[in-house]
């Protein structure tokens, strides 16, 4: 079992420790908050006074942090991760972040003979709580083969997706695939409502036709055809609309950065934009069929 530093221990950080603990590792935990800190501590961690503390002694950190600037400051920053952690520590970052950040960081481990991992995560805060989260992986081989173990200990599948930033690459590719297919599911639900078609009906056949796609059938914006959607509970989460937008607009950043026009990706991230403005940021993102109907 392996000895390991936690750096942001929020609503997915927090349960993630915690399943590191049930496995038997030993957890050095780290939060800006207190509170968090000290729940970690009360499930078995024990407690640093800094990332950098979190870090040192330890044979892999783990960290689970809001957004790219917060990444930075703690691995880059003075007496952050990089400045403390020894010789053969595995560093993996697990946030959601821009693909530059998760380039520059592992290109500044890599400077000090450290090996790092961009590992975001789907799943949610269900699948960080039961440990079956899907981590998609950037960087060597051989970090990624010293990573799986620990991975698999917070979730169920581990997928290597290729070199440093992959992992961001990936995610970002995938949600935006979901953001727009969730709003084009919505749509046509309700054009079926407005010409009289049967919301049953247009799923069953949709479901066995080329419109089939998971916003339709695993996780359907209307409620009734699937009964595990969060449509059935006045769209409580499952994933946030905020979490939505975030990710569109780190598609949208990276295909600036590329050059590449994603038009459909855009109108996804500005229609998740004035949803999340008109104050259903916290609502599932399948909501946004509210706002199609003209009722968000
Ligand atoms: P959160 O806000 O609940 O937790 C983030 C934690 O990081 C907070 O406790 C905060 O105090 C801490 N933090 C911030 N700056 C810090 C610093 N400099 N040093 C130490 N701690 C610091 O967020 P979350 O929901 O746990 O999400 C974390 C990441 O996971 C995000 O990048 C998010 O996009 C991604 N993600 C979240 C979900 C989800 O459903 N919540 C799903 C997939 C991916």
């Not at 400077?111 to 039961?130: C, F, H, Q, R, W």
């Not at 995610?171 to 079926?192: D, H, R, T, Y």
């Not at 609502?283 to 509210?290: E, Y």
Request: hydrophobic share 45%.
């Amino acid at each position: 079992m392996a000895s390991i530093g936690f750096v942001g221990l929020g609503n997915m950080g927090g349960p993630m420790a915690r399943n590191l603990l049930k496995a038997g590792h030993q957890v050095k935990a780290f939060d800006l908050s207190a509170a968090a800190t000290d729940a970690a501590g009360k499930a078995g961690a024990g407690v640093a006074a800094s990332a950098g503390e979190a870090a040192k002694g330890v044979e892999a950190v783990v960290s689970m942090l809001p957004a790219g600037q917060h990444v930075r400051q703690v691995y880059t920053g003075k007496d952050g991760v990089l400045d403390s952690a020894g010789a053969g520590t595995l560093l993996i970052d697990c946030s959601t972040i821009d693909v530059d950040s998760a380039r520059a960081v592992a290109a500044a481990a890599k400077a000090k003979g450290l090996a790092m991992l961009d590992a975001p995560v789907s799943g949610g805060t269900v699948g960080a709580e039961a440990a079956t989260l899907t981590f998609m992986v950037g960087g060597e081989e051989a970090a990624f083969a010293r990573a799986e173990p620990i991975l698999k200990c917070m979730g169920k599948t581990v997928v290597h997706a290729g070199a440093a930033g992959a992992g961001q690459a990936a995610k970002i590719c995938n949600n935006m695939i979901l953001g727009i297919s969730m709003i084009a599911v919505g749509e046509a639900f309700v054009l079926a409502e407005k010409l009289g078609l049967d919301k049953q009906k247009l799923f069953d056949i949709a479901a066995k036709s080329s419109g089939q796609c998971w916003s339709l059938t695993t996780y359907c914006p209307v409620p009734g055809p699937v009964p595990t959607s969060p449509a059935n509970r006045d769209y409580r989460p499952g994933f946030t609309a905020d979490m939505m937008v975030k990710d569109l607009r780190l598609a949208q950043q990276a295909a600036q950065g590329a050059g590449l026009g994603t038009p459909l990706g855009a109108a996804a991230a500005s229609l998740y934009g004035l949803f999340c403005a008109a104050g259903n940021g916290a609502l599932d993102f399948s909501g946004i069929i509210k706002m199609i109907r003209g009722k968000g």
